[in-house]
């Protein structure tokens, strides 16, 4: 009896402990497979195994970064208020889950933001988030362990100097084509 107590209690606790407040990343979790969505986690063997020859200062931004996620949101004529309550969901996360704005801009019909988590130079996580009304919205998660500002920039060097018609975005360029 007392057996049971005590799992019961240990079940209860666990339960209790489970965090349920909206993140992020239960927000990529939940829309990877919905309606609207595309996501694709690419890690950094993508890059290792394009046959690229790395910099010292390539190798250790690649060695700050765990996995880079990526969720876009196409929108089309019927999706409109989806969109609006799709990407006002994203922004409230980025406000609510301690994200530090760097910059914002708007541009004509869209914009992005650039967020950051980590303790100063010290990133665990660099957020883009780019919108435009007629096309959607598309959330970038570089992922990392003690990742500088000036690894991240690295890391997109390293993106744009590879081959991006890689088989792992390629879902991603189809959806976005499709009408």
């Not at 606790?13 to 986690?41: G, H, I, R, T, W």
């Not at 190798?59 to 700050?64: G, P, R, V």
Request: hydrophobic share 40%.
């Amino acid at each position: 009896m007392k057996r049971n107590l005590y799992l019961l209690g240990l079940l209860m606790l666990v339960l209790v402990s489970c965090d349920q407040k909206p993140s992020l990343q239960k927000y990529f979790v939940e829309k990877s497979q919905a309606k609207n969505f595309m996501a694709v986690d690419i890690g950094t063997g993508f890059l290792k195994n394009e046959g690229l020859k790395f910099t010292d200062e390539e190798t250790k931004a690649l060695e700050s970064m765990q996995k880079l996620n990526i969720l876009i949101f196409k929108r089309n004529e019927k999706n409109g208020a989806d969109y609006d309550a799709q990407k006002a969901e994203v922004n409230t996360l980025l406000k609510s889950d301690n994200y530090d704005e760097l910059m914002k801009m708007s541009l004509g019909g869209g914009g992005f933001s650039v967020n950051t988590k980590g303790e100063g130079e010290h990133l665990d996580e660099f957020v883009l988030f780019l919108n435009n009304k007629d096309t959607g919205f598309g959330v970038i998660r570089v992922l990392g362990d003690d990742m500088t500002p000036k690894n991240v920039m690295t890391l997109v060097g390293l993106l744009q100097k590879s081959n991006l018609n890689n088989a792992q975005l390629k879902p991603i360029m189809d959806m976005m084509r499709q009408k």
